[in-house]
């Protein structure tokens, strides 16, 4: 190939390199020499400056869809005077013109687009400080809590999420001005700290409540102990001390609750020693009542007994032999009672008869009742002795029990 080309082949619609591999771009009825590629074919001197050309026009092209998109930053204005500045006279082939319209009409959009962008950032300013406004006031509204009626647990998680809150508003939320920042802050650690100072004195409060009813119920539970030994005797006094506990106050939940347990097996034991008393009666009365039904049946003859002198007799037998057997379970009192009182109704009847008949202070009549009566009296009388000789207070008191029914009767006998 010759070294020397032809003019024609050196001609871009936008430009031309001449002999001495100058490059020149057309503006209009002009041209200017963008520069000279000495060591290259004019080809490739036309290819390196529209290749500046296409550079360039790629910036213009990427600032353009970024306008439109709305993702351009702030200082887009500042990039289409920059462009504005390099395609005054560039080093580049291409059409100058058209790109220079691109960028001048750029620059009313970027425009815009500052205007719109600074509304935006105005406005999530301002949500930004309602947002830490909130904040401010719901810790104002926490602490401004009655402290009766205060979850310490809850409110203070609920401070450390507005304090989290708070932190993430300031680290990742648009700038707010540093007074009104500064401002809010100021209430909301006030109000936190008004918080916790209420909550301290809360719960030292509590402490010392705690350690004042802890106190008063350790001396109630050593009371309690103490009456272990007496048994069912001690009862009456556990039901007094129990008195005494509900009116002690009450301290933390956890403790209330050790506190409770101790006290009440003090008073399991004295209720399981009724218990197993009551078990002990229940057995008995179980037994009685087998002596009793039997009785009954001994005692079933009566009713076809015509002689109240002889009636009397055998019941008077009956009904001392009735009083020894002692309690009967309650479920059946009222049908036993009730079978002994048709004998007794029946012998009743029987005298009532006689009263009408003949003088009713028969002496034969009398001195019968009476010597079964004394016998019986002073039986009894010394089992009283030798229960309280015993010291065993519940078989002397139905000795006693016993004995007042039957001199009772005795009394009824007369002279």
């Known amino acids: 190939?010759?070294?020397?080309?032809?003019?024609?082949?050196?001609?871009?619609?936008?430009?031309?390199?001449?002999?001495?591999?100058?490059v020149y771009v057309r503006e209009g009825d002009n041209e200017r020499a963008v520069g000279s590629f000495p060591d290259g074919t004019p080809e490739e001197a036309l290819a390196y400056f529209t290749r500046k050309f296409s550079d360039l026009e790629g910036q213009v092209t990427l600032l353009e869809a970024r306008i439109a998109r709305g993702t351009a930053e702030?200082?887009?204005?500042?990039?289409?005077?920059?462009?504005?500045?390099?395609?005054?006279?560039?080093?580049?082939?291409?059409?100058?013109?058209?790109?220079?319209?691109?960028?001048?009409?750029?620059?009313?959009?970027?425009?815009?687009?500052?205007?719109?962008?600074?509304?935006?950032?105005?406005?999530?300013?301002?949500?930004?400080?309602?947002?830490?406004?909130?904040?401010?006031?719901?810790?104002e509204r926490l602490a401004a809590q009655p402290e009766a009626s205060i979850r310490w647990k809850d409110t203070s998680l609920a401070f450390e999420q507005l304090f989290n809150d708070w932190q993430a508003a300031q680290k990742n939320g648009p700038q707010v001005a540093k007074s009104q920042a500064d401002a809010l802050w100021k209430r909301f650690r006030a109000a936190r700290q008004s918080f916790d100072t209420a909550r301290r004195a809360h719960f030292a409060q509590m402490d010392a409540t705690n350690k004042d009813v802890k106190q008063r119920k350790e001396r109630i539970i050593a009371s309690a102990e103490a009456l272990a030994p007496r048994g069912v005797d001690g009862i009456s006094a556990y039901r007094s001390l129990l008195d005494e506990w509900k009116n002690a106050g009450r301290a933390s939940r956890k403790i209330d609750d050790q506190l409770w347990a101790r006290f009440k097996a003090a008073g399991d034991v004295l209720y399981q020693a009724k218990a197993a008393e009551e078990a002990q009666s229940s057995e008995e009365e179980a037994a009685n009542l087998l002596a009793k039904q039997a009785l009954l049946e001994e005692a079933e003859p009566i009713l076809a007994e015509k002689d109240h002198v002889a009636a009397r007799k055998l019941l008077t037998a009956i009904q001392i032999r009735w009083d020894e057997i002692g309690r009967v379970p309650r479920a059946s009192l009222r049908d036993t009672e009730a079978q002994l009182r048709k004998i007794e109704?029946?012998?009743?009847?029987?005298?009532?008869?006689?009263?009408?008949?003949?003088?009713?202070?028969?002496k034969a009549r009398s001195e019968g009742l009476r010597g079964q009566l004394e016998d019986s009296i002073a039986d009894l009388t010394a089992q009283i002795a030798a229960a309280e000789a015993a010291g065993d207070k519940k078989a002397k008191a139905e000795a006693e029990s016993k004995l007042a029914t039957q001199q009772s009767w005795l009394a009824a006998l007369g002279d």
């Open 1 to 22: 190939m010759s070294s020397t080309v032809s003019e024609a082949s050196n001609e871009k619609p936008w430009g031309r390199v001449d002999e001495d591999r100058t």
């Open 74 to 139: 702030g200082s887009v204005a500042e990039t289409v005077t920059k462009l504005q500045a390099q395609l005054v006279e560039p080093a580049a082939v291409g059409d100058l013109a058209s790109l220079r319209a691109r960028v001048e009409k750029l620059g009313g959009k970027a425009a815009e687009l500052n205007e719109k962008q600074q509304a935006e950032r105005e406005a999530a300013r301002q949500e930004a400080l309602a947002k830490r406004e909130a904040i401010a006031v719901e810790a």
């Open 345 to 362: 109704d029946h012998v009743k009847e029987l005298e009532d008869d006689h009263w009408k008949k003949s003088n009713p202070e028969t």
